[in-house]
């Protein structure tokens, strides 16, 4: 199982927001750079950066910036969300050289421009599934989009889209814990492979997680806010999602690091 360090911008800076609400961010650097820096010296094969203030429909520019910086200075797969909404959208964050993009509130409005992008992109893209009380949040979180998680997942699999990343809103930036029962279960009934995102406070959450995702298509683990907080380091969480923490490797079936 794989773990993806998430790096979430707001103008330029390395913040966490609590239940993704604009007004609940806590900076963690001035310097994303040299955080992703870290993640890449402690093992990360791959990064989860969020463009924020494109989710909330703000200037973008300096994350831009930020985000392509990322990209060209370390030889670490980059995966990139947060206010795509176009094919155009899409384009000018592969430009940058990320390796995937996350895209959320299009799928719920505009499935074709999905589909367009499935056309171009294949695998590259990814789906980005936010729920609250298993209805999907879109823009920045902040309205509902009227869809159940299953049903889109459902949806957006007809369309193409091999990855979701399943997160529950309430959980997020908030140390709870992981929704393991729902994104087990959106798993199982989706046949897409799932990234885990939102709530992850312990090594135990993640081992947790993987003993009961055993079987399923549940293959990788966003971890944020834990990181930030020294909960656990993520050379440990590394091994705790391979399945080394308790000397019982159960390999990793993507054949990286995981």
């Known amino acids: 199982m794989l773990i993806l360090p998430a790096i979430d911008l707001q103008q330029g800076r390395c913040v966490r927001l609590a239940q993704g609400r604009a007004d609940a961010a806590t900076e963690y650097s001035d310097d994303p750079l040299e955080v992703a820096r870290s993640f890449a010296r402690d093992g990360a094969r791959e990064l989860h950066v969020v463009d924020l203030d494109a989710a909330f429909g703000r200037d ?38 990320v390796v995937r993009v996350v895209v959320g509130t299009v799928a719920v409005e505009s499935p074709r421009e999905v589909e367009r992008m499935v056309e171009k ?47 529950d809103v309430s959980r997020d930036g908030m140390l709870a814990g992981v929704n393991i ?4 279960r959106l798993a199982r009934e989706s046949d897409l492979r799932v990234t885990a995102s939102g709530g992850i ?16 298509t549940v293959d990788s683990i966003i971890v944020g806010k834990a990181l930030y907080e020294n909960r656990f380091t993520l050379p ?23």
């Open 60 to 97: 973008n520019s300096l994350n831009s910036r930020t985000l392509e910086r990322i990209v060209r200075t370390l030889d670490v797969a980059v995966q990139t969300g947060g206010g795509v909404r176009s094919l155009a959208d899409a384009e000018h964050r592969f430009a940058l050289g």
């Open 121 to 167: 992109f294949g695998a590259r893209v990814v789906v980005g599934i936010d729920a609250r009380d298993g209805e999907v949040m879109t823009r920045g979180w902040e309205q509902r989009g009227k869809i159940a998680a299953l049903e889109l997942a459902q949806r957006v699999a007809r369309a193409g889209i091999e990855q979701i990343v399943y997160t």
């Open 181 to 184: 029962e729902q994104t087990v």
């Open 201 to 216: 406070a312990s090594l135990d959450d993640i081992i947790a997680l993987r003993r009961a995702a055993e079987g399923t």
């Open 236 to 258: 440990d969480a590394i091994l705790a999602a391979r399945g080394q923490d308790d000397g019982n490797d159960d390999g990793n079936k993507h054949g990286d690091n995981a």
